[in-house]
């Protein structure tokens, strides 16, 4: 089974995993300290250090004061929407995932779930606009007992790619456990 592929997809949506044994093991988002502080928490700190600066300092402050206190709450929404990005995708890709032939394996604390050829009922993928600029996509499989694994969720900011990548990772998983596939909407049978 050539991974380089899947390597590469996990790695440009930043979603950790290791290699053991000709399996690939998918777990928590990668903490990319960069994009955390750089892009969430340092734009709430500035804005809110700003307003701060604000009611200190209101009666010397008479100029502008509407423009300033604009960009203060333009950069604590920023910040404040991409900690809840990433938030979200830590906790969709928080259950370790095992690639092995012929089948995936996903670890819960109270069990692992074998989904294969004989359990997946059902691929199902969804691309939605999160905000303006980024798009959400998350694939879940339906087992035979109607239980919902979520599998993945990655963001990005063309809705082209996301549907693209969906489309990969869901052919991946048809050719990795050996189904074959019907597709109705956004749904995929087995």
């Known amino acids: ?6 390597e590469s997809k996990l790695n440009r949506h930043k979603i950790s995993f290791s290699k053991e044994n000709g399996e690939i ?4 988002a990668k903490r990319d300290i960069v994009d955390y502080f750089g892009l969430g ?19 010397n402050l008479r100029i502008g ?19 809840r990005k990433y938030k979200r995708k830590k906790l969709a890709n928080t259950f370790p995932k ?18 294969d050829e004989g359990t997946i009922m059902e ?24 239980g919902l694994h979520h599998i993945l969720r990655f963001h990005d900011e063309s809705e082209k790619y996301v549907q693209d990548d969906l489309k990969w990772f869901e052919d991946f998983i048809l050719t990795q456990t050996g189904l074959k596939k019907i597709t109705i909407g956004n749904t995929t049978q087995t």
Do not use: C, W
């Open 1 to 6: 089974m050539n991974l380089s592929i899947l």
């Open 25 to 28: 093991i998918i777990g928590k």
């Open 123 to 146: 691929i199902r993928v969804t691309n939605k606009l999160l905000d303006n600029e980024t798009y959400e996509g998350n694939l879940f499989i339906i087992d035979n007992n109607n």
């Open 65 to 83: 004061i509407f423009q300033m206190s604009g960009a203060a709450l333009f950069l604590i929404g920023i910040g404040v929407s991409n900690l």
């Open 41 to 59: 928490v340092v734009p709430v700190l500035i804005g809110i250090g700003i307003i701060i600066f604000f009611i200190i300092n209101i009666k």
């Open 98 to 115: 095992i690639f092995k032939e012929n089948k995936i394996i996903v670890r819960t604390p109270l069990e692992d779930y074998k989904l």
